[in-house]
């Protein structure tokens, strides 16, 4: 059974950074398409940034691209999501995602068979 853990959220001023980590357990790290979603209050998931098998490819949210980051460490199994020039807008709870059913990147929800619990980010003025 694969398994995601989220941690890293909590709370920052805008302009501030945050580093969120997701440990995939279960099966093999390298297998895995990974990426991040979030939901804020009243709104639907949405796309963040989603990384390859390798790391070779990354892919990112307009609204996010040039100020977050999404890497792996596959000796770790672990994939992070570095989160600068953070606003109020970025607010939400973030989902660490994976599927291994492709090797390319995934934009959509209903892309990744399996989510973390998620983590709570909160950007205040």
């Given at each position: 059974?694969?398994?995601?853990?989220?941690?890293?959220?909590g709370l920052?001023?805008?302009?501030?950074?945050?580093?969120?980590?997701?440990?995939?357990?279960?099966?093999?790290?390298?297998?895995?398409?990974?990426?991040?979603?979030?939901?804020?209050?009243?709104?639907?998931?949405?796309?963040?940034?989603?990384?390859t098998r390798?790391?070779?490819?990354?892919?990112?949210?307009?609204?996010?691209?040039?100020?977050?980051?999404?890497?792996?460490?596959?000796?770790?199994?672990?994939?992070?999501?570095?989160?600068?020039?953070?606003?109020?807008?970025?607010?939400?709870?973030?989902?660490?995602?994976?599927?291994?059913?492709?090797?390319?990147?995934?934009?959509?929800?209903?892309?990744?068979?399996?989510?973390?619990?998620?983590?709570?980010?909160?950007?205040?003025?």
């Open positions: 059974q694969v398994q995601l853990a989220e941690s890293g959220g920052v001023q805008a302009g501030g950074s945050l580093r969120l980590s997701c440990v995939v357990s279960g099966r093999s790290f390298r297998s895995y398409t990974t990426g991040w979603f979030r939901q804020a209050p009243g709104k639907e998931r949405e796309f963040v940034a989603a990384i390798s790391g070779g490819s990354t892919g990112y949210a307009g609204s996010v691209k040039g100020r977050f980051t999404i890497s792996r460490d596959n000796a770790k199994n672990t994939v992070y999501l570095q989160m600068n020039s953070l606003n109020t807008e970025d607010t939400a709870v973030y989902y660490c995602v994976a599927d291994s059913t492709y090797s390319g990147l995934k934009y959509r929800p209903g892309d990744y068979d399996y989510w973390g619990q998620g983590t709570q980010v909160t950007v205040s003025s």
